[in-house]
Each structure stands twice: as structure tokens, then as C-alpha cells.
């Protein structure tokens, strides 16, 4: 998974290589939003083989990162303001509950570490700050321990990380209101304060939903939308 850690005996397989490969590309947007891929294309010019590809095709389909048209060919899949908008009512529907539940279950010193590695590497690349970023939400959603939301978030949290390094890549950047906005966060969670929670998390939501929908903005201008 992308945002969680992976043993250090595991070896991948062909197919686990491929996606990890194709899905870099999707998200760091070296394929941009839009564009058309082919199989042909990814079989002439990737290493994996045939079936590997084929196979994390299947898995990108499945997590709404490529859209598929029989005998046409495939395309990365584009961003829309409503796709934004609805990735972002999910996101104030389920944190701010999930850290208020789970409040007294977290453990101080592991999320102080998290905001500490963000804070300590100022220079680090957007790709490298933004998975620190949303692995310091993904531990409180990891924290409930149910497996399917998991799942379900780290999806969430994929389209994200591709919305967030698409703002990076068109000079909107919410990068340097992260840290604070997660400060903030921390606080509110050592008063225990549900209101205050609340706020600060929805807070933190606002601000990168506002900014992600500038950067579409400079997308629709730049596509002529």
C-alpha cells in the first residue's frame, strides 16, 4: 500500500511491480489527468510482461484512477469539480468523527513523531511530503482497526495525494499551511475538546479542498474547459 509500510522480506511480484510503477506515474502526474494510455503502448515500452501490466490495469480501473473504453483504449482519469467535491464531503463526514471516537486511543508521542518528521525535513520534495502528510492521517483512521474502512480510505487518500501534487505541480500548493493546520490538530487533541477537534479538522479540510479546487481551475484553462 502506499501509505502504509511494507515488510522488508516481502519481494514483489511482476504484477506488484508494475502497478507500483504505473501508479507512481498517475500520481506524481508524469501521466497527466486526461491523458490516453494503451496497453500496447505500456507492453512496448515497460519491462514487466503482458499479464503483469494487464493485471495492475485492472487494479488502477478498480480504484477509479484509469477509465477503460472497449476497443479504444484507456485514459488517465481527469479531474472534475464534482469528483473533488465529493472526495472532500466524504472526508468531513468521516475524520472529525473518527478522531473524536478514537481520541482517548491514540498515542500522543507516535502522533507528535509524525508531525516531527514533517517539520525536521523543510527541503524534502512535494512527492516525500505529501505521503508524510497523509500518513499522519491515515494513522487515525488506521486506529479504528476496521479493515474495510481502511481500505476504502486508502483510496481516498490516493486520489488526494494525485489532487494535492497536481496543485504542487501548477503553483497552488497548500504545502506550507499543512504544518501549522496539523499543529493545530495536535493541540485540539491534547485539550480533548470534541468542539475544538471538530474545528480543527474541518479547518485543515476546507483549506485543501479551497485549494485543490484552484488548481482544477488552472487545469479547465489549460485543457480550454
Known sequence: MLFQSVSPDHTPSQTEMAYDFLLDKILSCEYLPGQEISEKMLNDTLPFGRTPIREALM?????????????????????????????Y????????????????????????????????????SDAEFYKKDIRFHMYFIEM????????????????TYRLAMYAASRGCS?????????????????????????????EHINYSQVTLLRALDCYAKKNGQ
Open 59 to 87: 487494479t488502477l480501473k478498480s480504484q477509479n484512477l484509469i477509465t477503460v473504453y472497449p476497443r479504444r483504449g484507456m485514459q488517465i482519469r481527469p479531474f472534475t469539480r464534482q469528483n473533488i467535491n465529493e472526495i
Open 89 to 124: 464531503q466524504i472526508r468531513k463526514l468521516v475524520e472529525p468523527s473518527i478522531i473524536i471516537q478514537f481520541k482517548d486511543s491514540y498515542s500522543k508521542a507516535a502522533i507528535m513523531d509524525l508531525q516531527s518528521d514533517l517539520e525536521s525535513q523543510p527541503d524534502i
Open 144 to 159: 479504528t482497526k476496521n479493515q474495510m474502512l481502511i481500505s476504502y480510505y486508502e483510496n481516498i487518500m490516493i486520489e
Open 174 to 202: 497548500s504545502r506550507e499551511k499543512n504544518i501549522p493546520q496539523h499543529t493545530k490538530i495536535i493541540q485540539a487533541l491534547m485539550t480533548e475538546n470534541n468542539d475544538l477537534i471538530s474545528n480543527a479538522v474541518n
